[in-house]
């Protein structure tokens, strides 16, 4: 087995141990051992920090992967990776001075609504700028083909830290204050570990060294600063935005519900991994019939996963709700929303891989850009008018359009689309045993009925699957699961 092929299957089982890590923190574990305003607040100061995390960080860790190859003498490397270190320190040194002489101004800016954030301003910024230099390091070890690590430390190592401090909150033995310390102070180690780890596998040699290519370089890092910033926008704004509008507790109801939808997406992340190199690898081939079959393939197969995830978390959701504080149990509507919206991201199969590897790339980075103004604007409108149910469906229809518009940009530059009648026909499986199986009661404990539901679903739509044979990939799946179990 390849150390490529090694490395991914490892980082997608890290993937799912974090976010199965999560899941319990965030659905048992913060709404019972925190106020629903102290969850609110954590959730803020966290997507505050991601949405200012591109900008601190200065778009490097892109730069770092797309540039540290093309140099093949060692002081050519030596002086791009001490420029990768110090280059996001032009915004950071301004940005840290202009925010402890305009303290008061950002504090009351960010706490108009809820006083409670006005204390947390610092929190924010160290935050961001841990997570920052962690995807520098993070990058650095990638570029040495030693990337397990640094995903072990990216989607496991802070949740075990929170599930810990979040337990010893339970038992009373530190407050919700000094958990919040404790949290800063947890990003800030997790960057450390990735430093020293990165400078293990490569300690840097600094020099004042100017490397070639600087220039296009800086203009890179600058673009890169554009996309990131729109997609962690489109990823955590609606919670920054619920806080300046309403009240801070609503930002945990909402953060919960997105959580639960957000796991529909979890198998795309993992297939893009693998999906991402061939695409690659045909689009220098210029083999657009071969591109149109893994396009095709890709979003078929992964409507038929996410339209099952999104099938088991509607149907089960009354009893999985049962199951959390009383507070807690009323985001329907954000769910079916935003896992809608997940669907529709799922179904665009390798759109993004093909477009990344193309030379419209930076149509990609304009349409991302478009998104992120569109969900502003809508939560503008939506959420003081219809508080978190507005944030979802805001959210839902910026993604919509931008799909949508990814979608005819491919057809148009490519002469491609991912629909199938396969696509029609699983679509037509899922509405009928979603309305069949809303339309049947089950009377016993939420956790039996979740199960039971789940089960009964799982196999039925297997079953038609396995029968009907609108996914060879999916068929030739299901035949080796099961030849395995027979033998």
């Not at 974090?18 to 305003?37: K, S, V």
Request: aromatic content about 14%; proline content about 3%; overall charge positive.
């Amino acid at each position: 087995m390849g150390i490529i092929l090694r490395q991914s299957l490892s980082n997608t089982l890290i993937t799912y141990l974090g976010f199965g890590i999560a899941a319990i923190n965030t659905l048992f574990l913060y709404t019972r051992f925190l106020t629903d305003e102290y969850y609110g607040l954590v959730t803020v100061i966290l997507s505050t920090s991601a949405i200012l995390m591109p900008l601190l960080a200065f778009g490097v860790p892109n730069t770092l992967v797309k540039f540290y190859s093309t140099f093949s003498e060692r002081q050519d490397s030596d002086g791009f990776l001490s420029l990768m270190l110090l280059l996001p320190l032009l915004f950071i040194v301004p940005l840290a001075l202009i925010s402890f002489l305009s303290l008061d101004a950002i504090a009351h800016f960010l706490s108009r609504k809820n006083p409670i954030v006005k204390g947390y301003v610092w929190y924010i910024f160290l935050i961001g700028l841990a997570m920052a230099y962690f995807e520098i390091f993070y990058a650095w070890s990638k570029v040495h083909m030693k990337s397990v690590f640094g995903n072990f430390m990216k989607e496991v190592f802070n949740r075990i830290g929170v599930m810990v401090l979040l337990t010893l909150i339970y038992l009373e033995l530190i407050s919700v204050d000094f958990f919040l310390k404790a949290l800063v102070a947890l990003y800030l180690l997790r960057t450390v570990i990735m430093k020293l780890y990165a400078y293990h596998i490569r300690m840097p040699n600094f020099t004042v060294r100017i490397p070639p290519n600087t220039m296009n370089m800086i203009s890179y890092s600058a673009l890169i600063i554009l996309g990131g910033s729109a997609a962690i926008v489109i990823l955590e704004i609606d919670k920054f935005m619920i806080n300046q509008f309403i009240q801070i507790q609503n930002v945990a109801y909402y953060g919960v519900a997105v959580y639960i939808a957000t796991t529909i997406i979890v198998p795309s992340r993992s297939m893009h991994q693998i999906t991402y190199p061939i695409t690659a690898e045909l689009m220098t081939k210029n083999d657009i019939p071969a591109l149109k079959t893994l396009y095709q393939k890709s979003s078929l197969t992964l409507f038929i996963i996410s339209g099952l995830l999104f099938l088991l978390i509607i149907l089960n959701l009354n009893d999985l709700y049962l199951l959390l504080p009383e507070e807690y149990r009323n985001g329907f509507i954000i769910v079916f929303f935003v896992g809608l919206g997940k669907v529709y991201d799922s179904i665009l199969g390798n759109n993004n891989s093909i477009l990344y590897n193309s030379e419209y790339y930076r149509s990609l980075l304009v349409m991302g850009v478009l998104l992120a103004v569109l969900i502003v604007i809508f939560n503008m409108w939506l959420i003081p008018n219809y508080g978190i149910e507005g944030a979802a469906a805001g959210t839902f229809f910026a993604i919509f359009l931008y799909n949508t518009i990814k979608l005819l940009y491919v057809k148009s530059k490519f002469d491609i689309q991912p629909f199938t009648w396969g696509s029609l026909k699983v679509l037509l499986l899922l509405v009928l045993m979603g309305v069949t199986f809303y339309a049947v009661p089950f009377p016993f404990h939420p956790i039996g009925n979740i199960l039971l539901k789940s089960l009964l679903i799982v196999v039925i739509y297997t079953l038609l699957l396995y029968r009907l044979r609108w996914s060879e990939d999916v068929v030739g799946l299901i035949s080796k699961v099961v030849g395995k179990k027979r033998k």
